[in-house]
């Protein structure tokens, strides 16, 4: 698998990845390499976001039930205020 741009490149700084870091990471590449096929197809980024948290909290009900993903719903907001899903920030 190539890509030519990934939109969940891992930070530089970071040490080693454990072996399901290492899974997520090749997942994020998977994932990077569909989405950017799909907007040389045309399609709009919005549209593949609002597609993809769709499919990723359908999946977590299922594996984990209403209410575990409702808990970790819940945590999104400071996550992200945290900057947890900042693609820009850099970690020291």
Request: charged residues 25%; glycine residues 6%.
């Amino acid at each position: 698998m190539s890509t030519t741009k990934s939109l969940f490149s891992a930070s530089s700084g970071q040490g080693p990845f454990d072996r399901s870091q290492a899974e997520r990471q090749l997942a994020l590449e998977y994932l990077a390499e569909a989405w950017n096929s799909a907007e040389e197809d045309g399609l709009e980024s919005a549209s593949l976001a609002h597609a993809s948290l769709f499919a990723a909290l359908a999946t977590f009900v299922r594996m984990h039930g209403d209410e575990a993903t409702a808990d970790l719903v819940a945590q999104l907001p400071d996550r992200i205020r945290n900057g947890e899903y900042n693609l820009e920030r850099i970690l020291q």
